[in-house]
């Protein structure tokens, strides 16, 4: 809905030059820790650096081909953060004879693919609003996988699944489906939630029939906190929600109900259960004696932040802390190592990416012409933000720290993979958003719309831009 | 002694990178940032008059009077109005729309009409046939002026003061 004008240029050599540059911190990370520990350019230096090189050179060329107009800086930046992390995990995995760097290699190719996919299948972002209310189910199929027999229960939390000899983190997956979800119903109804309701002071509150998808929300992040104790999913499925809903409304009486709500969730919570009681008190009282030593206490956070402090301003180099003093350095607490190693002023540059990457997601989604775009991207690019706030607040004990993944960095298959596909449908939208609109005469005769916006707009759009390619 | 100084250049050179790597993409995307002649966007604040005064002359006249209703000037549904409360308006064939469009050509749910300030914006829904206000076809949402027809499909509507 803004007046910002677009320029038609591709800008794909723009990305060229960075990507060049985000290669350069990925691969030059794993040189420096390669040196350090005086096995520089070793075999496992060489396959890493060739792969993630290999695979980003592909997207780029495929991204040439199929998304001409995307925007420029999104795949950079997410190179150079999975860059960074598989070169963490590399320099951990040596500290702990671990073989973590091979699996995250491995998943980085699969979600790479997945992505190159998702570009090629799905041709225009809009196709996914006809399948609305299949990703509602798809996203309560996924949710509820972990609950079945072939789910598996790991450090107290039951959201993983047995898949083969590995496992799958299905909830991952399910924060796309459930953002399509909520994009495409909130499209549809945004002006009947908008319509009725009583003005009470400034506000004007919604009517009751129209809480329902809300209910709905708060029932099943409630349902993730109860049934799966995992309570930084929890926080991100209704988060990502209300922002959603705060984008398509504009109504802050929203955001204060589902505060409200998510207030009396984590109370009631904090009462019935011990594990958030727990948390909340390894997060209160992080340094008692007695809350470090006991089992699920603070011992990790403690430990995280004393690895922050030895790190000081420049970090203790790549290498040359010791991060692997932590359990899991390289998934949770992965953002405590890099600020040892790095210091505040490495850290501070990493965040620096994710704010980028995330304005980049909102610039798609202002540019972009329709709402269930704007909707979609809006989205997606708030659950990198929420994940990124609660994974590094929780590092830093700025809030209970929560088992959540860092976005492209922690190992993990699953999230991996899912923010490789986000990244796909935001450079999707943004192709969309600062591609050329077909201007001229009337698009073709009127066909009646017998349909409502079914494939005829988007068979359409395809005709009309190969007729552009040939013409150039 | 040479490897551990090696090691220390290493070291800042790598937090440099990674500041140079942040420093270009914020180059590179620094023209969304500026906000100048070439992407102005909507109405010249006052220190953009004061700098170029010709911006005031192009400067869209404040509205004169707020359009209160919606008219069908052509189309099946000819000589109907619509009072224009503060809620946004929905057109097209569907049931639920606020103006049921009895047009073969309209979508069900076809475009918008919206209250942003003072004034009324038109938006496609992703319609078959596209919106055409004052002759051009809609690609983003955009402000509509008392007396500009709007069409969708057969029909043409327009706001009145």
């Not at chain 1, 190592?337 to 202002?366: D, H, P, Q």
């Amino acid at each position: 809905m803004s007046d910002v004008l677009t320029v038609p240029k591709s800008r794909r050599n723009m990305e060229a030059v960075l990507l060049l540059l985000a290669l350069l911190v990925g691969v030059g990370a794993n040189m420096v820790i390669g040196l350090d520990q005086d096995r520089a350019f070793d075999a496992d230096f060489w396959t890493q650096g060739a792969t993630l090189v290999g695979l980003v050179l592909i997207f780029h060329i495929v991204l040439r081909i199929r998304a001409k107009y995307a925007d420029p800086v999104i795949l950079p930046i997410v190179t150079a953060l999975n860059g960074i992390g598989l070169a963490m995990i590399h320099r951990l995995d040596i500290a702990n004879n671990d073989t973590a760097a091979d699996r995250q290699l491995l998943w980085s190719a699969v979600a790479v693919a997945a992505a190159i996919a998702v570009l090629f299948v799905i041709k225009d972002h809009r196709i996914l609003r006809r399948y609305t209310y299949i990703s509602l189910i798809v996203s309560a199929i996924l949710l509820l996988l972990p609950l079945t027999p072939i789910g598996l229960e790991l450090n107290g939390a039951r959201i993983w699944i047995q898949v083969g000899s590995g496992t799958f983190q299905p909830g991952e997956i399910a924060k796309i489906t459930l953002a399509i979800f909520f994009a495409g119903y909130l499209s549809t109804n945004r002006d009947l939630i908008l319509l009725a309701g009583r003005k009470v002071g400034p506000l004007q509150l919604p009517r009751f029939k129209d809480l329902g998808p809300m209910v709905a929300a708060w029932l099943v992040s409630i349902g993730v906190l109860v049934l799966q104790r995992d309570l930084g999913s929890s926080i991100l499925f209704f988060g990502l929600f209300m922002a959603m809903i705060y984008v398509a409304t504009s109504r802050v009486s929203w955001v204060l109900i589902g505060v409200a709500l998510l207030t009396a969730g984590g109370l009631a919570a904090m009462q019935l259960f011990s594990h958030v009681s727990l948390r909340i008190d390894g997060w209160i009282n992080a340094f008692d004696p007695e809350v470090i030593n006991r089992p699920g206490g603070s011992w990790q956070v403690v430990q995280g932040l004393f690895g922050l402090a030895s790190g000081g301003l420049a970090g203790t180099g790549l290498g040359q802390g010791r991060p692997d003093l932590v359990i899991y350095a390289n998934s949770d607490m992965i953002i405590a190592a890099l600020g040892e190693e790095l210091g505040l002023i490495g850290i501070f540059a990493i965040v620096l990416m994710y704010v980028l990457l995330v304005s980049r997601g909102f610039r798609a989604a202002l540019g972009t012409r329709d709402g269930f775009g704007k909707l979609l991207a809006c989205g997606l690019s708030f659950t990198i933000a929420l994940q990124c706030f609660v994974v590094i607040g929780g590092v830093t004990r700025l809030i209970p720290l929560t088992g959540l993944t860092t976005p492209f960095m922690s190992a993990g298959g699953s999230s991996l993979l899912a923010n490789w596909i986000i990244v796909a449908l935001l450079l999707l939208i943004s192709e969309a958003a600062r591609r050329p609109a077909a201007v001229g005469p009337m698009g073709g005769p009127m066909v009646p719309a017998m349909q409502d916006a079914g494939a005829k707009p988007a068979a359409r759009k395809r005709s009309l831009r190969k007729k552009e390619a040939s013409g150039s | 002694m040479d490897g551990s100084l090696v090691l220390t250049l290493l070291r800042y050179g790598f937090l440099l990178l990674l500041w140079l790597m942040v420093i270009s993409v914020v180059g590179a995307i620094r023209r969304d940032l500026v906000v100048g002649s070439r992407n102005r966007t909507g109405t010249p604040t006052a220190r953009q008059i004061r700098k170029n005064p010709e911006l005031e002359k192009q400067a869209p006249a404040p509205a004169k009077l707020p359009a209160r209703q919606v008219c069908v000037t052509e189309g099946p549904l000819r000589g109907t109005t619509l009072e224009l409360a503060s809620s946004p308006i929905l057109l097209g064939r569907a049931q639920e729309a606020t103006l049921v469009l009895e047009d073969d050509y309209a979508s069900g749910r076809h475009a918008r009409l919206f209250p942003q300030g003072s004034r009324w914006f038109i938006e496609d829904l992703g319609s078959t046939n596209g919106t055409f206000l004052g002759g051009s076809q809609l690609t983003r949402a955009l402000p509509v002026e008392p007396g500009v027809p709007i069409r969708i499909g057969k029909t043409v509507l327009e706001l009145r003061p």
